[in-house]
């Protein structure tokens, strides 16, 4: 039995885009990203920046 020679030829030579519609992302995934940036933004401002200030002007 021969193996199967088109899985191994690469995109290049095929000349074909591949799209993928399934696997979408879950709301769940993006609300813990969103609250992710949400508590990094505002650990930045609440910690950082008056570190920052008093390091710089004391």
């Known amino acids: ?3 199967d020679v088109t899985s191994q030829t690469p995109a ?3 000349r074909q885009h591949h799209t993928y519609a ?3 992302i879950p709301w769940y995934v993006h609300l813990m990203w ?3 940036w ?3 933004i505002w650990y ?5 920046v008056p570190a920052i200030r008093e390091e710089l002007f004391p």
Request: aromatic share 10%; no cysteine.
């Open 1 to 3: 039995m021969e193996p």
């Open 12 to 14: 290049e030579e095929e």
């Open 22 to 24: 399934t696997n979408r």
């Open 34 to 36: 969103i609250s992710f």
């Open 38 to 40: 949400v508590l990094a």
């Open 44 to 48: 930045t401002a609440a910690y950082m």
